[in-house]
């Protein structure tokens, strides 16, 4: 297990069935979108899973480090930063707007984790099972976007795009704050109203 991975899933050690992990997983996930972290119990969690709580305590250290494996469980990207490289800023940002369209589909919000990440900046023993690796990796996607086109000339390459990424990010836990989605439409609005506008305009060589 690598160093990103063992700060994500703490799985307690040991030789155990992992054949309920699945429906604890899916458990904790339903419960997790529905109620909320602080309001979701490892009892709430082990009715829904039908496992005593024992059973989900030899394999889980703490509520924090479960519903952090649960995340990753349902979104094993968040474990990476693969951001698109097509060769084009805005195929790119296109690619981002495709895969929000895909996470809508889903049955647990898209927002799930950036939800979850306001309430770890309350918990912080769900801030360290998080870590930045997992709650800034939106950001980081967007500045990697962002550099590769500054490397390749489309936009300029004396801005500190990170400012951008910094800003998209917020934008986005606003939303959650104010109790709206981030959603493809969403995406899709931040990227054509603020961030292409914002790039293309900077002085410096474009295409």
């Known amino acids: 297990m690598n160093d990103a991975e063992s700060k994500l899933r703490q799985r307690t050690v040991g030789r155990l069935d992992r054949s309920r992990d699945p429906a604890i997983l899916d458990a904790a996930l339903a419960a997790l979108a529905v109620q909320g972290y602080d309001a979701t119990s490892m009892d709430d969690i082990a009715a829904r899973a039908g496992v005593g709580k024992a059973a989900i305590y030899r394999r889980w250290s703490s509520k924090a480090a479960l519903m952090t494996d649960a995340l990753v469980y349902w979104r094993p990207e968040l474990l990476s930063d693969d951001a698109p490289d097509t060769g084009s800023l805005s195929e790119d940002l296109d690619l981002l707007v495709e895969r929000a369209v895909r996470n809508d589909s889903d049955s647990i919000p898209s927002d799930l984790v950036l939800r979850v990440a306001l309430e770890a900046t309350r918990d912080p023993q769900l801030e360290a099972a998080l870590d ?6 939106g950001r980081r996607i967007v500045k990697i976007v962002l550099d590769r086109a500054a490397a390749r000339g489309e936009i300029s390459a004396d801005r500190d795009w990170s400012l951008v990424a910094d800003v ?26 603020l961030v292409l506008p914002a790039v293309r305009s900077a002085d410096g060589p474009r295409r």
Not at 132 to 137: F, G, I, K, T, Y
Not at 177 to 186: E, L, S, T
């Open 132 to 137: 930045d690796l997992m709650l800034l990796r």
């Open 168 to 193: 998209v990010t917020a934008m986005a836990l606003l939303r959650v704050v104010k109790a709206q989605p981030v959603d493809a439409h969403y995406v899709r609005e931040v990227i054509d109203t």
